[in-house]
């Protein structure tokens, strides 16, 4: 092989190799972020918490319950909390969001009337796992209902008839999604051995029902029909005549 050649094979494998190395950092960096997406943050964290928060940990220095922890896997000094541990106390002074000295946990989500709200907090949202909760075995608890500080807003009970026994009511934790802030406190009460109601981030919870459907019965959604733009109708017939024009075919 001529020296000319030689040295152009070998520059394309070192890029080659530097650019399969990046993207084996790159793919590290993904994996440690999404560790860390996994968790729970403190309230008023931003849509871009990973990389806006600086990791000084005063928001954790500041919550008098001991709640936040800095994070030792994926994304290291990210603050979190696990409910089942400590739960978030949804203190109304908001201590962790006022010692952030960056917007990272950003106060403007939190404020009504240009004061904290911290009911307006959503760090997560508790879910039920009907299939070990005992309420929905016909056993009473009302453990996680009444440790709600939102209670019969954020977590409610429903009765049904236990059908079981053709005799007793079940009374049953349904969570609002739109109100359920996150807290854990719910979690941290569940009686049962690994808890029955669980917070986890909304990504992996909520679906989204989009713009197709239409609530008759809300006068806001159903105001959405005046300015509805109706949408053009495909033809079937030549789009498949088209794609059995296509070369590719
Ligand atoms: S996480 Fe549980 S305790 Fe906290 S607001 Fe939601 S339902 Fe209530
Ligand atoms: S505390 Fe746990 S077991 Fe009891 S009703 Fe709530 S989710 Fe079910």
Request: with cysteine; proline share 5%.
């Amino acid at each position: 092989m001529n020296p000319q050649r030689r040295r152009t094979l070998k520059s394309i494998t070192q890029i080659m190799g530097l650019v399969s190395f990046g993207g084996l950092i790159w793919s590290a960096y993904l994996a440690e972020a999404k560790d860390n997406t996994q968790m729970l943050f403190p309230p008023a964290a931003r849509d871009n918490f990973l990389s806006t928060c600086i990791k000084c940990g005063l928001c954790v220095e500041a919550c008098p319950y001991y709640t936040l922890k800095l994070s030792s896997s994926g994304i290291k000094g990210i603050p979190f909390f696990t409910p089942r541990d400590i739960p978030c106390f949804m203190c109304e002074d908001v201590p962790c969001v006022v010692a952030c000295p960056t917007s990272a946990l950003d106060k403007n989500l939190l404020l009504t009337n240009n004061k904290l709200d911290i009911t307006k907090a959503r760090m997560g949202v508790a879910v039920v796992d009907t299939f070990n909760c005992i309420a929905y075995a016909g056993i009473q608890c009302d453990a996680c209902y009444r440790a709600c500080p939102l209670i019969d807003k954020a977590i409610y009970l429903e009765y049904k008839s236990n059908t079981r026994t053709g005799k007793h009511a079940l009374l049953l934790p349904i969570v609002a999604n739109d109100i359920c802030t996150g807290c854990g406190k719910c979690e941290k009460a569940c009686v049962t051995e690994i808890a029955s109601i669980k917070v986890l981030k909304h990504d992996q919870v909520l679906g989204k029902m989009g713009t197709n459907y239409i609530k008759g019965w809300d006068k806001k959604d159903e105001e959405r029909l005046e300015t509805a733009e109706p949408q053009k109708k495909k033809d079937s017939k030549n789009h498949a005549l088209d794609y059995l024009n296509e070369e590719s075919l």
